[in-house]
């Protein structure tokens, strides 16, 4: 389900957006400098008055720590679900909350405070205590931070599954990453600019990193006919140079 | 820095979060400590930085100091999480704090303030509150905060955390800047790249060194992998520029 918002003000960076909505189910990217607000963005949105009644809002902030605010892991998890002093919910929910834990490698901190666990850690209970809601809105403010291969692996998973029914917005400065999970999205710097992420990365992406991601830069520029995100794909980028060769008659080896 | 049988322990925890672990960290070295989350890195980071103590072991220098008796400031540590070890009301307050502890001069803390703020780029945000700086913009305030401390060794736990390719390319360059000045180096986190630029890797794992590390891949295998795909093998030290050529020959249009 698409979200319709309307107008969001984002004081600190100074800009706003009018007619701003997010699309229906999938992953959509946003990518900008440091300080051009897409934290704020991200925070305005789950503001009070934004959101229609009923819909599903799940934030985690680019500093999870500061969303953790139970006793305990468990607590974290589960405190939307408790009901009066007792604390009791519904077994189903427990069960849902183990699952879920255990997912996130996180089964063996059930007791502990959510302070005392790693970043990576931190991140992934923000991650986890935020998927038990099932949110029909995913806001991930540079959700990868923090988090090790083996998690990062995982959280692209869960991205793939989430990305079936609910809309999922994501922030990062990895535009490898980015490429690959995100086909459409917005760029931000003094306001929402709309694109391909791949158009995008080729005309804000900045001095590159990688040499294959030079590579494709340098190749744009010459207007060779190669799709601005293949790069970030190894198997779609090899695809397109070696189709470019074949059609000007320099057959490469074909591995 | 010479790590002897060194343990950390939490309250409450069953098995030390750290060791016992020894390590040797040569003068001007830079080493890359990577492994999984709640290794133990960031507990790392802490006992070095000296504001969490030992539980056993010891940590001395070259010369057989003990780490309570080093000189302050002896160490700056850059935090994983960058407001946790900020303190100052505004962005040049923050820089100038430890100047400002380890200058003899108002003059030095002024001038040391002030070529950190130019060096990352924050002249204009030197009056601004701390916390209405993005993320990304904090964790280069605590970068440059540390780059003002001008400490013998530098501790860098997730540098490049949340920064954009400008942030990222002025870490760079002050990295560059650090190992060319045979500074001491530790970078701790996850990005391979951390691999090509530190003399040595190191995996911790549970707080102990992990025996095999296995295999970590390193991002130009990813290049490597592409230019021996497409052009077959003995072509892998092609430039980008001679590759770019072979595949659509001529001058950039822009």
Same mark, same amino acid.
Request: net charge negative; with cysteine; charged share 20%.
């Given at each position: 389900?698409?979200?319709?918002?309307?107008?969001?003000?984002?004081?600190?960076?100074?800009?706003?957006?009018?007619?701003?909505?997010?699309?229906?189910?999938?992953?959509?990217?946003?990518?900008?400098?440091?300080?051009?607000?897409?934290?704020?963005?991200?925070?305005?949105?789950?503001?009070?008055?934004?959101?229609?009644?009923?819909?599903?809002?799940?934030?985690?902030?680019?500093?999870?720590?500061?969303?953790?605010?139970?006793?305990?892991?468990?607590?974290?998890?589960?405190?939307?679900?408790?009901?009066?002093?007792?604390?009791?919910?519904?077994?189903?929910?427990?069960?849902?909350?183990?699952?879920?834990?255990?997912?996130?490698?996180?089964?063996?901190?059930?007791?502990?405070?959510?302070?005392?666990?790693?970043?990576?850690?931190?991140?992934?209970?923000?991650?986890?205590?935020?998927?038990?809601?099932?949110?029909?809105?995913?806001?991930?403010?540079?959700?990868?931070?923090?988090?090790?291969?083996?998690?990062?692996?995982?959280?692209?998973?869960?991205?793939?599954?989430?990305?079936?029914?609910?809309?999922?917005?994501?922030?990062?400065?990895?535009?490898?990453?980015?490429?690959?999970?995100?086909?459409?999205?917005?760029?931000?710097?003094?306001?929402?600019?709309?694109?391909?992420?791949?158009?995008?990365?080729?005309?804000?992406?900045?001095?590159?990193?990688?040499?294959?991601?030079?590579?494709?830069?340098?190749?744009?520029?010459?207007?060779?006919?190669?799709?601005?995100?293949?790069?970030?794909?190894?198997?779609?980028?090899?695809?397109?140079?070696?189709?470019?060769?074949?059609?000007?008659?320099?057959?490469?080896?074909?591995? | 820095?010479?790590?002897?049988?060194?343990?950390?322990?939490?309250?409450?925890?069953?098995h030390p979060a750290l060791g016992?672990l020894?390590?040797?960290?040569?003068?001007?070295?830079?080493?890359?400590?990577?492994?999984?989350?709640?290794s133990g890195?960031?507990?790392?980071?802490?006992?070095?930085?000296?504001?969490?103590?030992?539980?056993?072991?010891?940590?001395?220098?070259?010369?057989?100091?003990?780490?309570?008796?080093?000189?302050?400031?002896?160490?700056?540590?850059?935090?994983?999480?960058?407001?946790?070890?900020?303190?100052?009301?505004?962005?040049?307050?923050?820089?100038?704090?430890?100047?400002?502890?380890?200058?003899?001069?108002?003059?030095?803390?002024?001038?040391?303030?002030?070529?950190?703020?130019?060096?990352?780029?924050?002249?204009?945000?030197?009056?601004?509150?701390? *916390?209405?700086?993005?993320?990304?913009?904090?964790?280069?305030?605590?970068?440059?905060?540390?780059?003002?401390?001008?400490?013998?060794?530098?501790?860098?736990?997730?540098?490049?955390?949340?920064?954009?390719? *400008?942030?990222?390319?002025?870490?760079?360059?002050?990295?560059?800047?650090?190992?060319?000045?045979?500074?001491?180096?530790?970078?701790?986190?996850?990005?391979?790249?951390?691999?090509?630029?530190?003399?040595?890797?190191?995996?911790l794992?549970h707080g102990v060194?992990? *025996?095999?590390?296995?295999?970590?891949?390193?991002?130009?295998?990813?290049?490597?992998?592409?230019?021996?795909?497409?052009?077959?093998?003995?072509?892998?030290?092609?430039?980008?520029?001679?590759?770019?050529?072979?595949?659509?020959?001529?001058?950039?249009?822009?």
């Amino acid at each position: 389900m698409a979200w319709p918002v309307g107008t969001i003000k984002v004081p600190l960076a100074g800009w706003q957006v009018t007619d701003w909505s997010l699309p229906g189910p999938g992953i959509w990217g946003l990518a900008g400098p440091n300080g051009s607000g897409k934290s704020q963005f991200f925070s305005q949105l789950v503001a009070w008055g934004n959101k229609p009644q009923g819909l599903r809002v799940g934030l985690v902030m680019q500093n999870p720590r500061l969303q953790l605010t139970e006793a305990t892991v468990w607590d974290q998890m589960t405190w939307p679900f408790q009901r009066g002093w007792s604390g009791r919910m519904k077994p189903a929910v427990a069960t849902r909350a183990e699952q879920i834990l255990a997912e996130w490698h996180l089964e063996n901190y059930r007791t502990s405070a959510p302070w005392e666990l790693s970043g990576g850690m931190q991140r992934r209970l923000a991650l986890a205590s935020m998927e038990i809601l099932a949110p029909e809105v995913y806001l991930l403010d540079e959700p990868l931070e923090g988090l090790d291969l083996e998690h990062r692996v995982l959280l692209d998973t869960k991205l793939d599954q989430w990305s079936k029914t609910a809309s999922v917005l994501v922030s990062s400065h990895v535009w490898q990453w980015l490429l690959v999970h995100t086909e459409w999205g917005w760029w931000c710097d003094q306001g929402l600019t709309w694109g391909r992420m791949g158009e995008i990365w080729y005309q804000h992406g900045l001095s590159p990193e990688l040499p294959l991601e030079a590579l494709w830069r340098r190749l744009l520029d010459k207007g060779a006919p190669v799709t601005p995100e293949a790069w970030a794909n190894l198997e779609r980028a090899r695809n397109e140079v070696i189709c470019i060769c074949q059609n000007s008659h320099q057959i490469p080896s074909i591995p | 820095m010479i790590l002897d049988r060194v343990v950390v322990s939490y309250p409450a925890q069953l098995h030390p979060a750290l060791g016992p672990l020894d390590l040797t960290i040569r003068e001007g070295e830079c080493v890359f400590i990577t492994g999984p989350n709640g290794s133990g890195k960031t507990t790392l980071a802490r006992v070095l930085s000296g504001v969490m103590q030992l539980t056993s072991g010891r940590i001395t220098n070259g010369a057989g100091e003990d780490i309570a008796d080093w000189a302050p400031g002896y160490v700056g540590w850059v935090q994983q999480n960058p407001i946790g070890q900020m303190v100052g009301t505004t962005v040049a307050e923050d820089i100038s704090l430890g100047p400002r502890w380890l200058s003899s001069t108002l003059d030095q803390v002024r001038r040391k303030t002030s070529a950190a703020l130019t060096e990352f780029r924050l002249e204009s945000k030197g009056n601004q509150s701390i *916390h209405a700086l993005s993320g990304g913009w904090q964790h280069q305030v605590a970068l440059a905060a540390v780059w003002a401390q001008d400490p013998g060794i530098i501790i860098l736990d997730e540098p490049d955390t949340m920064l954009d390719r *400008h942030g990222l390319g002025r870490l760079m360059r002050w990295i560059q800047h650090l190992r060319q000045r045979g500074s001491t180096l530790l970078i701790l986190g996850h990005n391979p790249r951390w691999m090509v630029v530190a003399d040595r890797t190191a995996v911790l794992d549970h707080g102990v060194w992990a *025996h095999d590390p296995g295999p970590i891949p390193i991002p130009d295998q990813e290049w490597v992998s592409f230019v021996d795909g497409v052009f077959g093998d003995n072509t892998r030290n092609l430039s980008v520029c001679e590759v770019s050529e072979r595949i659509w020959p001529g001058q950039s249009a822009r």
